[in-house]
């Protein structure tokens, strides 16, 4: 992809941190106890991660919702102190194109912590089709843009980011790469670029390709893959029992296609996936660290899907999913609203502050999100 800049910075965490790993094995064999090498080979983000008092740490894996188009002294003391990375708007902080620039600038003009003064993370689900939170771009649901084929996908990928760049807008929640199986809800709503994996890499790669070529951030979502589900984890806990080399080769190829090009988030299922583990897919280390960074080589910024739905409920709320996503290696942690995320922001300082959180795994996701947030752009 084009963001070339944010690829470089990726690379330089994943090359360093091979580095750190065979230092600590040479370190082992030698026995020195493993000690990694010195603050100069951290890449600078990592090293920013490890100066952050456990407050500012724990706030930038947290995302939360906003509703409206007010900005409250809660949601401003957050932001002011360090204790969210971003927010994600709805369609209700948009009444109009004007009303929602407004807003998005009033939350990037709260002053911040010296070390966290990059742009906040500025989300919004801009699918296409019945998933859209503003007008304009794209233009076309996603199976419509498969229908069309890649260079049209990668046109509306443009267009999307052009349309948001203008409101200030920097992450898109997009695209949907699962594969749409029959009867799946994914397909049902025309969400899904293809029956195929090949189809979904073909078409809806492309429109990340186009989404990041403009300037915003893409989303591939739901890994390992949403596509046989027939009920959105919105509403409903969700089971996909399919065998691991079914979910290997067909549903995670369109994700592995999106890391190496080189696409900046991946979004992480809250459906239980049986094969790869009993909790839900962001909650899973075989899932959020095993598959998606071992087997995919993913070195971007992992999201988890909303917690605040009834799949995440049912796991035991915001706090325990919050700790249950870090510590599987989920980078990012999306809320609903402000008062699911302190409470989560306020069960990661705990444990951060206890030691029974890894702080060496933890620094490093933090190190990708600052990584992802001094890349992308203030507003226009």
Known sequence: MDRTKARRRRLTLGALAGIAAVAFAIGVALGDGGAPGDASERAPEIEVASTLPAGQLAGERIVAGLAGTG??????????????????LFESSFPSRAAGRRLIARLQAIPRPRK??????IMVD???????????????SAREMSERGAAYSRRQGRLTARNLRELGVNVDLAPVLDVGRP????????????????????????????????????????????????????????????????LRAVDEAPFRAFAAAGGDLVMLSTAIYPAFSAVPAAFARPIATGELRGRLGFDGVSVTDALGTVAVQDFGGPAKAG?????????LLLFNDLGQAESAWRALVAKLRA??????????????????????????
């Open 183 to 246: 009867g799946g809800t994914i397909a049902a709503t025309e969400r899904a670029f293809g029956a195929s994996a090949a189809k979904v890499v073909a078409t809806g790669v492309p429109f990340a390709e186009g989404l990041e070529a403009g300037g915003v951030a893409a989303t591939a979502k739901h890994f390992p893959g949403f596509g046989a589900g027939g009920e959105n984890t919105d509403f409903a806990v969700e089971t996909i029992d399919l065998p691991v080399a079914t």
């Open 355 to 380: 030691r029974a959180l890894d702080r060496a795994a933890f620094e490093d996701s933090v190190g990708r999100v600052l990584a992802l947030r001094a890349d992308l752009p203030f507003g226009r």
């Open 126 to 140: 801009q699918e296409g089709g019945l998933v859209k939170r503003v007008g304009g771009a794209p233009n076309a």
């Open 71 to 88: 900005v409250s002294p809660r949601l401003r003391t957050a932001i002011g102190q360090g204790r969210i990375a971003g927010v994600v």
């Open 116 to 121: 966290l003064r990059d742009p906040l993370l």
């Open 323 to 331: 700790l249950a996503a870090a510590r599987a290696g989920t980078d």
